[in-house]
């Protein structure tokens, strides 16, 4: 089945640092990855799309340069925390949707990444 | 827009009782009606889905879900629940083309 992996899985940090996390598809090629962030309780909350080859669609409200997204290649995409805080300290999902075979729009959803910013 | 509704924050069930989770949405166009279950620090793991055909999916761990245009809903249920089914379940639309839109979660405590 599709598999999407993130690293890392839990991340401390102090504040003012800039953290780095990866998103990827392991036996699919996703064309389009999705960051959400989830606060304790809550619902995901879509924060960008990220196309590969494009620049990241972000949601409103979302700051885009304080949350970078690149998206190389088709199997990896990354999200850059910068300047971390603790209000930024959350739970970090992406979602990759395989655009072939029998999963067509189907979205496929990572571990998670859990950041604390000290 | 679209949007999906939860109404139960939360349902507690004994072991072996039928579960129901509820969740109703809006769209235009035809929807993309999906669940996924959350469990504490994990990701979401996809339970099943409705894109067209038959209005009852069969989904994975023994779910399955009732699509219902006329009530825009697309309830969860599992004949006989397991402690082990205890988690955070979502219920998402889309219509096509569009992006994924959550629900508010229902957190399911199954007792034994």
């Known amino acids: 089945g599709a598999v999407v992996s993130q690293h890392p899985s839990r991340v401390i940090c102090k504040s003012g640092t800039s953290v780095k996390i990866e998103c990827r598809s392991l036996d699919f090629q ?61 739970f970090y999902i992406c979602s990759a949707r395989d655009n072939t075979g029998l999963s067509y729009n189907e979205q496929f959803f990572g571990p998670g990444t859990r950041l604390t910013v000290l | 827009a679209q949007s999906v509704a939860q109404p ?33 620090n994990r990701g979401l793991q996809f339970l099943l889905k409705y894109i067209t055909g038959d209005n009852l999916v069969k989904g994975s761990y023994g779910f399955e879900a009732e699509f219902n245009k006329s009530q825009t809903s697309f309830h969860l249920k599992k004949p006989s629940a397991l ?11 889309r219509a096509a083309g569009n992006k994924l839109t959550f629900g508010g979660g229902t957190r399911v405590l199954v007792k034994p």
């Open chain 1, 30 to 90: 996703a064309t389009t990855m999705f960051w959400y962030r989830q606060f304790p309780k809550q619902s995901l909350m879509l924060m960008a799309t990220s196309n590969e080859g494009s620049k990241a669609t972000y949601e409103q409200g979302v700051e885009k340069d304080k949350f970078l997204i690149n998206h190389a290649s088709l199997t990896l995409s990354t999200l850059t925390v910068t300047s971390a805080h603790p209000e930024d300290s959350s």
């Open chain 2, 8 to 40: 139960e924050d939360q349902v507690n069930v004994a072991e072996g009782n039928p579960l129901t989770v509820k969740c109703t949405y809006s769209v235009s166009g035809n929807p993309y009606l999906f669940w996924y279950v959350q469990y504490p």
């Open chain 2, 83 to 93: 402690v082990s089914d205890s988690a955070l379940y979502f219920c998402a639309v």
